[in-house]
């Protein structure tokens, strides 16, 4: 399966890696503009040939797959583009940056004969996979109450003018849009659609007004009843992801994530329970996202992230940057 990446910098790296993990996968283009880093990226991971831009890899008839690692800002022309084209995309999140250019996208992909997957890469981790499976299940009881945080340093680059995160034109936004979209799409991967959104964001740390927010809280109420909270702040000492979700069986489920992915179980008992772990989740889980997009590719698989998956989330981020600006709940059809 012949395939193009595109983007050259620090996220195309981890797909790079997981391409050289995958026997199917054959990269013959890295496509950037910046020569000097295709020239490098293509000379670390053994790729023939470089490009400058997306015409000239769509003028190549063999690559069948085309994989975006580009700024937010160029995701929807460029995924348009290759649909357009007829080949299959997988595009880094978020899909676009807003709603109305999402929906253009989605537009694309029903003309298409080519197929569009957005790597919602967490979706492919095995731990989150036993959430799922144990929620639908009632194996836990339902889901009633979830709270996530994502805590972490982005303030050098915040504050950097010349940087490119939490430049709206850019990126869509600052943490809400930038880490929280992965897990709102987590939790509708949970817990199902959204129905109402409740958000709040500032910029507290920063002290740069041209970038977006550094915090945010946000609650979200899902059509199967779980309400949950989200947290995101780019002003803490270090990185640190937590999600908890409280259930009917007054079950506490705990996912503690670092370099490695803990399922905990507690409940009402005093029970402690490690229910599953997953070593070097984020690597393993790009990588079998990046397969599973390889067998949707090739017609072996259809993308277990749809495009109505990705439209959804991008509903629900339009729906907390309304709440924002209105000041007021947003009520999603």
């Not at 943490?175 to 992965?182: A, I, K, Q, Y």
Request: glycine share 8%.
């Amino acid at each position: 399966m012949r395939v193009a990446v595109i983007g050259a910098g620090s996220f195309a790296q981890s797909h790079l890696a997981a391409y050289a993990h995958l026997d199917r996968a054959e990269v013959a283009w890295i496509c950037d503009p910046d020569r000097d880093a295709a020239h490098a990226a293509a000379k670390r991971w053994g790729v023939p040939r470089i490009a400058p831009d997306l015409d000239t890899i769509l003028a190549d008839d063999d690559v069948h797959l085309v994989d975006l690692v580009t700024p937010v800002a160029l995701h929807a022309p460029q995924a348009i583009q290759v649909l357009d084209a007829g080949r299959f995309v997988l595009c880094e999140k978020p899909m676009a940056l807003g709603l109305e250019e999402a929906t253009e996208v989605a537009d694309a992909d029903r003309a298409s004969t080519g197929n569009l997957m957005v790597k919602y890469h967490q979706r492919f981790d095995p731990v989150h996979e036993r959430v799922r499976d144990g929620l639908a299940e009632q194996l836990w009881g339902a889901g009633l109450v979830a709270h996530i945080e994502i805590l972490g340093d982005h303030l050098a680059a915040l504050r950097s003018p010349h940087h490119w995160r939490g430049n709206p034109a850019m990126t869509g936004g600052g943490c809400l849009f930038e880490s929280g979209s992965h897990l709102i799409d987590l939790a509708h991967f949970w817990f199902g659609p959204s129905r109402r959104v409740t958000a709040t964001a500032n910029q507290l740390a920063a002290g740069n007004p041209e970038k977006g927010e550094d915090t945010a809280t946000m609650m979200v109420e899902f059509d199967s009843g779980t309400m949950m909270t989200l947290v995101g702040f780019w002003g803490a000492p270090g990185w640190d992801w937590r999600k908890e979700i409280f259930t009917s069986e007054q079950i506490r489920l705990s996912i503690e994530t670092g370099s490695d992915n803990v399922l905990r179980r507690r409940d009402s008992r005093g029970g402690n329970q490690v229910v599953a772990v997953e070593e070097n989740w984020f690597d393993r889980s790009v990588t079998r996202s990046i397969a599973h997009a390889l067998d949707c590719a090739a017609g072996d698989a259809r993308p277990l992230v749809t495009v109505e998956d990705s439209l959804q989330s991008m509903r629900t981020l339009d729906a907390a940057y309304r709440s924002i600006a209105e000041g007021r709940s947003i009520e999603l059809a």
